[in-house]
């Protein structure tokens, strides 16, 4: 148990114990031991993430929420299965194979082959699985990875084929056509969740154009875009029927234009400045010739700026004015020119005023990668964006370009190949979402979620705007649609399982993938003869993973029963861009299923940001490898920056290396002291053949009143984080353990810590020192305990050095019984083993918690008295007062009563007094303020009478007035409690005084500085004993190791040793009897273990510590001298005779007469000094 070193690497003992567990198989144990007790069943899903890239901190976020509440959850009586799975298919996979391959167009895959494509994303799919388990094991995440699940497994397909089978049978899954965020770069359509997770600032080309009527082509329709490359594809305009809109002479053209009135603006900009523009202007501008409103230009017909489509089938009906409600005159000109293939309204438009059919072919002069087809002749081949400039140069050519500007604007970006996304019609499979919406948002309704307003906010507002899901993709890599039909669709028939497919075709298949199934024909029923063919399309990758539930599972091929046992899951966390992607997903699919939601519990973590609140990337290097910043602080300490910020709240978190540096700092290095602390102090106290086995009989019977709070506080730290993480709440509970560990360390285990060691000095007893002994031994075990889900590395490092303590451990160490049943502390290899201990109702004890928190807050008042007036903590000071508003009976009995000592220890004060409530007057005065955010609202006029009378009352007033509870003016009463604001302040004005006071005024804090010499010379006294200690530890000495200690002056200077002589007995309390002398009366023979030169009370002192020698009496013989000086102290006992012969002279040597144990017993004896 010893040899603890003074410095713990934590990432290095981790390391350590990662070894351990897995040459243990740790957590296959901890699993087998709760299927073995028959836990109810928790259950999790784990959403699956790409392997084609490293984890990064988002990963890391949220795989620690994940393992720390499912870590909770087994040690709390669970059974949670957790099972790593992987995101195999979809774009993520085909960008990356897209860019090695340099392809660029769908038809060089159909060139080379989709079983080689396939082939080649298949290759790459688990690339950086290792280095995931490498890193996810790091971290201390126990997940199987043995056990996992991949989206390209036969049984996961199979299952989604399943889902899809019963959603196609539930009439929820249709064909059209539908305008989508469409990424060129990838060249398939993206869904509208997609589409919202990386929208950018960008800087596009705008212009306004004109589109002169047929019935009079000197007046135009003036429109503004900025997609000038949909121009080309036009084929109406559209209005709104209620806006009011003119016809103008613009005076500097001489044409005329039709826009809505309240937008003239957008062609005179000058009106937009309210500085520069004045109504008189306009004159110069323009003419208004005629108002109307929008439904009179309905079915106007004008001239098109191109002719690309003037003869195409159905044209008929195109070129005419259109009205709907969408068009606003927040921007533009009033009238939006319509390109139903790449607008989602647009398209919707031009279907209800039937200037194209649903289903037919529309103008789409674009192809699948973005490129102008040779419809467009003057751009074919250009991508879509980079053909404005020219496309706007031949409308400027043609004479209908008003205007040309550009625009600053968020545009969404393809999430995967970040190149900007266009809206294009595209032929689509879809899920009739807006059918089942109301059951979704109810569904929604009867989740929990952490943090609440992110459901009820943004992921509700989300469902209720929900349009119909287009799941189809055009292309290779995934899971193929099951959908066998005839060419002209007449015919159409779902597969939902192997089997199934088996039965209608004859082929029985082992992989779902498009090159096994797409060869695969269906006999047709309806027509003998002709066959089914698969159709193109593979699923979205995001329709998998909403799958994920029932396809991890393989359900209801397997694990019927299992699988409808534990759903809804309960629990779920991601990150929050998943709010549109898999959370969504899974609530769209469980409620079209079984109307449920798929989950029941939800974390959601906000985005870890580079430190400059940027977006982490590899590119710009803003951010520290996650693996290197383990392996220097250690994961326990990078999971509690995690966990313990606004991160779990799903705010954003701007990643700062220091603030991990800093949890190892504040809280794992005084838990660590703490902890080694206590180590060392059981080994002093069974070095004097005691023997510590811990005792809660002790601990419960204890009359100290700091244990009597470090026990309430522990128990009350159990109750909470129960509470907190019943709740799923870790925002909180990762506060109050921090501040939990904090106060053990900075108060208990220091307020104690001479008790500890056995040196607490008057009054105290061996059995009180094994009493403080049992009492940390319990906390530290149980806060090892509770904190072993959130940092699972140290707990386990302190549990294995404490169970060595339980007597239950030989079980382990002699029968083998540490991976068995019953669990126990102690017995059991792990601290992940064991149950989180229940809290103990009679060990809550509010009136010592509140004792507790009254002497914290005296002792750092004092201190930044102390701070003020520059006074070193080794310097006494007379006494301490303290003014408490409404205090209660216990706080001040506690601390006027055996809390009294911890405080004038802290202070090093020597008197201590709480004013009386009669007496306060002489001290404070009591102060009250008006709340004006209160007040003001309410008294109005009335405030500065009110104001005056409150702030001019005495203090005797002011306290009758609080007891009253309201205080009466002219024309007003207020209420004291909640209406006004009090406060103490010290009335005292001598300049010996020197007072702080908390923020609110409750306490008040007095301190009489008087540096007089019995002051300055414990002053001293102090240093001194501070020096000495700081030698002891340079020499690696313990706490049981004595010494003795020496010192000499400056000729002439005797400031030290009137000090020391002044305050011998503070002296002989910490060095267990002892007492520094000066140097002229060390014996010769003294071995110096550690010396230095300090300064002690402005002076420099030469201090030695030597290690123990007998002192001889003055005048002895050299010869017995000699033989002195080897005789070992420890050796001889008080009043003890040595016999030795010298030169063949006997000598019998008494001590106590002939010579002495040590020096200062020398001294003490002979009264060589008077102290």
């Known amino acids: 148990m010893s040899n603890l070193p003074p410095n713990l690497n934590f990432a290095k003992a981790e390391e350590e114990i990662c070894k351990r567990w897995t040459a243990e198989s740790t957590f296959k144990t901890q699993d087998k031991l709760s299927l073995e007790r028959g836990d109810e069943e928790y259950t999790f899903y784990d959403g699956p993430p790409f392997a084609t890239g490293l984890p ?90 043995e056990n996992d699940y991949k989206t390209l497994d036969p049984s996961f397909m199979e299952s989604v084929w399943w889902v899809f089978q019963q959603l196609f049978d539930k009439n929820l899954v249709y064909q059209g056509y539908k305008v989508m965020p469409f990424s060129t770069a990838c060249g398939t359509p993206l869904s509208n969740f997609e589409a919202g997770l990386n929208y950018k600032d960008v800087r596009d080309p705008t212009c306004v154009v004109q589109f002169p009527l047929l019935e009079d082509e000197s007046v135009s329709f003036v429109i503004w875009t900025t997609t000038p490359w949909t121009l080309p594809s036009n084929i109406s305009l559209c209005v709104h029927d209620s806006l009011e809109y003119v016809k103008i002479l613009d005076k500097k053209s001489g044409n005329s234009y039709i826009l809505a009135k309240s937008r003239l603006c957008q062609i005179y900009p000058i009106m937009n400045s309210k500085k520069k523009w004045k109504p008189k202007m306009a004159a110069d501008l323009y003419d208004i010739q005629e108002t109307m409103l929008g439904k009179a230009l309905v079915g106007k017909k004008y001239k098109p700026i191109f002719d690309f489509f003037v003869d195409a089938p159905g044209s ?62 003057p751009v074919k081949g250009l991508h879509v964006k980079k053909a404005d400039d020219i496309l706007i140069q031949l409308i400027k050519d043609n004479n209908r370009l008003v205007q040309k500007d550009n625009i600053d604007h968020s545009y969404p970006f393809c999430w995967r190949s970040d190149t900007p996304l266009i809206y294009k019609a595209v032929p689509s499979w879809f899920i009739k979402v807006e059918e089942i919406r109301d059951k979704i948002v109810a569904n929604n309704h009867k989740t929990y979620w952490v943090p609440n307003n992110v459901k009820e906010g943004r992921f509700h507002n989300w469902l209720v705007d929900a349009r119909d899901w287009a799941v189809s993709r055009n292309r290779f890599w995934g899971t193929p649609i099951p959908i066998w039909a005839t060419e002209d669709m007449s015919e159409v028939v779902c597969i939902g399982s192997v089997d199934q497919l088996y039965e209608l075709s004859g082929v029985r298949v082992t992989d779902l993938h498009r090159e096994t199934v797409d060869q695969i024909t269906i006999p047709s029923k309806k027509n003998p003869g002709q066959v089914l063919k698969r159709i193109d399309e593979v699923f979205d990758c995001w329709f998998e993973s909403g799958s994920m539930p029932y396809a991890q599972k393989h359900y209801p091929f397997e694990n019927k029963e299992k699988f409808e046992k534990g759903f809804p899951a309960d629990f779920i966390a991601e990150g929050l861009d998943q709010t549109r992607g898999w959370f969504y997903t899974l609530m769209v699919l469980s409620t079209a299923l079984f109307d449920k939601p798929a989950f029941k519990n939800l974390i959601v973590n906000g985005l870890v940001l580079a430190g400059d609140g940027k977006k982490m990337s590899k590119r710009l290097k803003n951010y520290p490898d996650p693996n290197l910043v383990i392996d220097k602080y250690g994961a326990d300490a990078l999971r509690m920056y995690l966990i313990n910020s606004p991160v779990v709240r799903a705010e954003s978190l701007k990643f700062q290396e220091s603030g991990v540096l800093g949890v190892v700092k504040e809280v794992f290095l005084p838990w660590y002291n703490a902890f080694r602390f206590f180590v060392q102090n059981i080994e002093r106290w069974e070095s004097k053949g005691n023997k510590f086995v811990p005792s809660l009989e002790k601990v419960k019977a204890t009359t100290n009143s700091t244990d009597v709070w470090i026990s309430a506080a522990t128990q009350g730290l159990i109750k909470f984080v129960h509470e907190e993480m019943t709740a799923y709440r870790l925002y909180t509970v990762m506060p109050a353990l921090v501040t939990y560990v904090t106060q053990l360390t900075n108060w208990y285990v220091r307020l104690n810590r001479d008790r500890l060691k056995g040196m607490g000095g008057e009054g105290s007893s061996d059995a009180d020192t094994e009493t403080g002994l049992h009492v940390l031994y319990d906390v530290l075990l149980d806060v090892t305990i509770i904190m072993a889900p959130f940092t699972p590395f140290i707990t386990e490092y302190f549990y294995q050095h404490l169970r060595k303590m339980q007597p239950s451990y030989k079980d382990s160490v002699e029968n083998g019984e540490g991976c068995s049943n019953p669990v126990m502390p102690g017995k059991s290899d792990s601290v992940h083993f064991l149950m989180l201990p229940q809290y103990d109702q009679s060990r809550l004890n509010k009136d010592a918690v509140e004792a507790m928190i009254a002497l914290q807050t005296v002792v750092e008042l004092g201190r930044t008295i102390r701070e003020k007036r520059n006074i070193s903590l080794k310097t006494p000071i007379k006494n301490v007062v303290v003014i408490l508003r409404n205090p209660s009976t216990s706080v001040v009995g506690s601390i006027t009563g055996p809390l009294k000592k911890y405080i004038l220890s802290e202070l090093n004060a020597w008197d201590f007094t709480v004013v009386k409530k009669e007496d306060e007057h002489e001290w404070v005065k009591l102060s009250l303020a008006p709340d004006f955010s209160v007040l003001g609202r309410k008294l109005g006029k009335n405030m500065k009478a009110a104001k005056n009378l409150i702030t001019n009352l005495s203090h005797n007033e002011a306290i009758a007035c609080i007891e009253k509870g309201q205080l009466v003016g002219e024309g007003f009463t207020i209420d004291t409690e909640t209406e006004i604001i009090s406060k103490l302040s010290f009335a005292k004005t001598e300049d010996h005084w020197e007072s702080n006071s908390t923020q609110v005024g409750d306490y008040v804090v007095a301190v009489d500085c008087t540096q007089d010499e019995a002051i300055l010379s414990a002053g001293k006294s102090r240093e001194l004993i501070n ?110 005779v040595l016999n030795c012969c010298i030169d063949d002279v006997k000598y019998s040597l008494k001590e106590g007469k002939d010579f002495w144990l040590n020096t200062v017993a020398k001294l003490e004896a002979t009264k060589t000094l008077d102290w």
Request: aromatic residues 8%; hydrophobic residues 35%; negative net charge.
């Open 56 to 145: 990064h901190f988002g990963h890391i976020l949220a795989g620690t929420i994940k393992d720390v509440v499912t870590r909770y959850a087994v040690m709390s009586g669970k059974h949670v299965e957790r099972r790593a799975g992987w995101d195999c298919h979809g774009l993520p996979v085909e960008y990356e194979i897209d860019q090695k391959l340099n392809i660029t167009h769908r038809d060089q895959v159909l060139e080379m082959g989709i079983d080689k494509y396939n082939a080649t994303c298949r290759s790459i799919v688990t690339r950086y699985t290792k280095e995931w388990e490498s890193t996810i094991t790091r971290l201390g995440r126990w997940i199987d990875f």
């Open 1027 to 1136: 020096h000495i200690n700081q030698l002891r530890k340079g020499a690696g000495l313990d706490l049981k190791d004595v010494v003795e200690a020496f010192f000499s002056e400056e000729e002439g200077v005797t400031s030290t040793e009137t000090a020391v002589a002044g305050n011998a007995g503070q002296f002989r309390a910490k060095f267990q009897g002892s007492v520094p002398v000066p140097k002229r009366y060390a014996p010769e023979w003294s071995v110096v273990l550690k010396s230095e030169i300090v300064e002690v009370g402005g002076f420099r002192v030469d201090v030695s510590i030597c290690r123990p020698c007998l002192a001889a009496k003055d005048g002895i013989d050299e010869p017995v001298k000699t033989y002195l000086s080897t005789v070992i102290p420890a050796s001889v006992t008080t009043e003890s």
């Open 316 to 377: 008929k009906e195109y070129f005419r004015v259109l009205s709907d409600n969408y068009v606003t005159d927040d921007a533009g000109t009033g009238i939006v020119h319509q390109a139903p293939a790449f607008g989602e309204d647009d398209y919707r438009v031009c279907i209800a005023h039937g200037v194209i059919v649903k289903g037919d072919e529309l103008p789409c002069p674009v192809d699948s990668n973005g490129l102008f087809t040779e419809e467009i002749h």
